[in-house]
């Protein structure tokens, strides 16, 4: 099973960056599927959730970043805009499954940097 980020790069505050994430297993049903980032000492923070027709968003990302997956169900993004230095960090894509076991996958994480 794999789970691969990419997207990630350096961008000016203000800007705009789409990161995506690809599933190695069929995932159009079952699963919640999550942006998490991490921050240079900080936790870990949830991001986006979408698992259809429910969407979830971290309130400081709200009406800024949305999440959005593929009709495959196999992939998912982040659209990020009016990006600003404090959304800096590592992001992570997360596929859990919303059943017993709840097994969970962890992307390797992707840079998202943003800065003038």
């Known amino acids: 099973v794999q789970l691969v980020e990419s997207g990630g790069g350096l961008v000016q505050p203000g800007g705009s960056l789409r990161l995506s994430c690809t599933f190695s297993?069929?995932?159009?049903?079952?699963?919640?599927k999550s942006w998490y980032r991490q921050a240079p000492g900080k936790e870990r923070e949830l991001v986006a959730s979408?698992?259809?027709?429910?969407?979830n968003y971290a309130d400081s990302v709200k009406g800024r970043f949305s999440i959005s997956e593929d009709n495959s169900g196999n992939m998912v993004y982040l659209e990020m805009n009016s990006l600003k230095s404090e959304d800096t960090a590592v992001y992570y894509c997360?596929?859990?499954?919303?059943?017993?076991?709840?097994?969970?996958?962890w992307g390797q994480g992707t840079q998202v940097t943003v800065s003038s």
């Open positions: 297993e069929d995932a159009r049903t079952g699963y919640v």
């Open positions: 997360k596929f859990k499954k919303s059943a017993f076991p709840y097994d969970a996958f």
């Open positions: 979408i698992r259809n027709p429910y969407i």
